[in-house]
């Protein structure tokens, strides 16, 4: 049933290591380069994408999704629709974490068109599923409770691992808690806290799933509950040594 999604003209892609520790490079050198995440992705993935879509497109909600086929973007940057649901909402948390940070769905969209930017379109379904992955990061953040600091970039990329599989994201996540690592305070625990997030997305039920506006509109905790999403207990704690060592881990991992 997947290949009436699949455009004919698409060629299985072929592990590039070489490539990936490039832009790995490219990235730790300038890590507001977030295209340099798409082009290791790209390098590392192979036919991740097309098996995760096989799973996502097994499941009821999945089809459901498919059958609707929204383009998330302008639903998620919709901050005057998102603003009209109640404190303690997902909506609620997911409009102050994008303000704060000063972020936008199509903001990310432009990273990934400068990257794609030269690669061929195919307008097909798997297509629109690899934009859904991508569209719902920001969200991934105010679900897990990890921050924009460098660490919890990591965490959140390992826990989209857990929940859609693909050597790419998980070689930036374990990279970067290696980094991260260099210059944490003795017994910080990154690379647990990366598993640990790991652990818990492969836990959790799968967010890509979802009906995203009926996700807003629930209390965050009652979907943390409901989608079985864990606290992140490492997280917290290597941020609790950063402090108890005189550091601000939100400073120090943002530099980072």
Known sequence: MTDEYV????????????????????LIADKEDTAQVFYIIEAL?????????????????????????RDLVPLLDDHAAISKFPAGSVGAAYLEFMQREGLSAAGLVEEFDRFSDGYPTYNDVLEWY????????????????????????????????GQAP?????????????????????????????????RNGKLAQRVVLEDIMELLAEPLEAARARLGILPPTQYDEVHRIFRQAGQEPMEILAAE
């Not at 953040?141 to 965490?155: F, I, M």
């Not at 980094?179 to 305070?185: D, L, M, V």
């Open 130 to 161: 690899g934009h859904r992955l991508r569209d719902t990061h920001d969200l991934m953040h105010v679900l897990t409770g990890y921050n924009r600091d460098a660490l919890g970039e990591v965490c959140v990329l390992a826990f989209s691992h």
């Open 45 to 69: 993935n192979g036919k991740a994408l097309l098996r995760g879509f096989e799973d996502f497109e097994r499941t009821e909600k999945g089809r459901l999704r498919i059958a609707e086929r």
């Open 166 to 198: 693909g050597l790419g994201v998980i070689f930036i996540s374990y990279m970067g808690g290696r980094e991260i690592k260099k210059i944490a305070p003795r017994g910080a625990p990154v690379m647990e806290a990366m598993h640990e997030g790991k």
């Open 7 to 26: 455009h004919r003209d698409r060629k299985g892609l072929r592990l590039r290591p070489l490539k990936a520790l490039r832009h790995f490079r490219n």
